[in-house]
Every structure is written in C-alpha cells, then in structure tokens.
C-alpha cells in the first residue's frame, strides 16, 4: 500500500497555458526549500495508484501503485519566493505527467528538498552577454533566472524562445513586459514552428534555432555580435536542438563549459 506520508507539499496554485501545458505553483508544507541558485532543479513525485487525467494515453506498462514516481523539475520561481514554480508539458504514455495533471488545487505531492544541478550562471562573468535558447517548458530555467537576479547583471541578455505554436509560449506575456521594462538589457524572441496552424496569422518568427543564429539580421537586433569573447550561451529543451546547436556554436569558435574545462556552451537536455 502506497504511504502518503511522503507527500510533503501542496499544490497552491494551477495556471492552464494550453491543453497540454502548466504551470503549478506547490509550497511545502511544514518545511522551507533551501535557498537554491536559478537554473537548478527538483523531483517531483506521486504514487503509481494516483489516477491519470482523462487526456492520457493508456500505460503500456501499469505503474506499480506502491511505487513513488519521481522527474526532475526545473524550478521557474525565485528562491526569494515562498512557493515553487514549474512548468509542465503533458506527456500522453509517460508516467507521471499524466498524473500531475490530474491534480487539482489543494492536492499533494512529493517534492525533494534539496536543489541540484549546475545549469546556473555561477561560472559566467558579469560582464558577458547571455543568449538564454529554450523549446517548450525549457523556459522555466531561464525564468528563474530572470526572477533573481539575472538582469542586474552587466551585460545584455536575449531570450529566445521555441513553440510550436503560439498558446505555446508560456510566460509569453511576462517576458514580453519585462523586455519593456528593461528593453537596454533584455531581448525577448519568441518563434513559433507550425504557423499554419495560428488562429490569427502569426508576425513573427518561424525559423529554427539553426536558422535564426546563423541570420545577421537578427544579430543586428540582440544590440551586440554575440561572439566566444563576450558571450556565454544556454541551451534547454529539445535533444535534438541542443546537439544541433552545440554543433553549429562549435564551429563558431564557442567551446562546452565543463568544470575543469570552462567553456561558453551551457547545455540541459531534457
């Protein structure tokens, strides 16, 4: 029989970005997540006998009910909050997706309570620009960042965004204000791949990360020519982009950050 008592925080809040998309908002219960540095992450799990949302695919393989469940979660929110954010895309055959998204306000889960990972701007000089790549929910990461302390920084940061479509694009509004707010810092890009599904016709971009890195116009409107001496940049999302990107930054003269070997190349798979 499953023990609920690892169930150590509730969901606080649930904001629908899409069909297949989410951003919950979960506060500990009882206890206080560590002070964490923006780009690190958390496990989030449930139990196997929880029950799926109705848009899930069956489970080709029943999870074990007594079983908890855990993912890792790029954390969204700032440390300086008192609730954790993350944002989430609905995987149909996957195991616990589908059973987060069957939660609803009020209800609990498990969450780890020590923040890890190295996807953070510890090793990055103030002074250097940032371009923050992201498909899909590889944005929360970034958004973290942002939330902190990231645009006090000295240089210029650009945020370019990936979708398939635009109800895709979440914190589309929140990056789109904060690009107004700061607009001597920030560059918000988003891009959207499958335009001919939009409602509305789409103005922007529909270009792949690939295309648009290799355009100069669109160097012209980061505001700086983003090169291995003044740049650092982050990949997140898609496996496929970041090993196509890693390539493409390669032969531009940029180098993979390691901790023996700094690099200019920052890269989290999902």
């Known amino acids: 029989m499953s023990d609920k008592s690892k169930y150590n925080s509730v969901i606080s809040q649930i904001v629908h970005i899409s ?135 000295q240089g210029k940061i650009v945020v370019v965004h990936g979708a398939d479509n635009s109800w895709d694009l979440g914190y589309h509004g929140e990056l789109t204000l904060l690009q107004r707010m700061f607009p001597d810092k920030l560059v918000y890009y988003p891009t959207v791949t499958r335009p001919e599904r939009e409602p509305v016709k789409w103005e922007g971009d529909t270009r792949f990360f690939e295309d648009i890195w290799k355009d100069p116009e669109w160097r012209k409107k980061t505001g700086f020519d983003p090169k291995p001496d003044n740049t650092h940049v982050f990949l997140c999302g898609n496996p496929n982009m970041v090993t196509n990107m890693k390539a493409l930054l390669k032969s531009d003269g940029f180098k993979e950050h390691t901790k023996r070997e700094p690099g200019q190349i920052h890269a989290e798979e999902f």
């Open 19 to 153: 069909p297949t998309m989410k951003i919950i908002r979960v506060k500990p219960d009882e206890w206080k997540l560590p002070p964490f540095k923006p780009g690190q992450f958390v496990v989030l799990g449930l139990f196997g006998d929880e029950p799926r949302t109705p848009e899930a695919e069956p489970e080709h393989k029943p999870a074990d009910p007594d079983k908890l469940i855990r993912r890792a979660y790029s954390i969204a929110s700032s440390s300086r909050d008192d609730y954790v954010e993350f944002y989430i895309s609905l995987v149909k055959s996957g195991q616990l997706t589908p059973r987060l998204f069957n939660l609803q306000v009020g209800d609990r889960l498990f969450m780890s309570q020590k923040p890890t990972g190295m996807f953070t701007l510890d090793q990055v000089p103030e002074d250097q620009n940032l371009i923050l790549f992201a498909t899909g929910t590889g944005i929360a990461p970034y958004m973290s960042m942002l939330r902190s302390d990231a645009l006090h920084r």
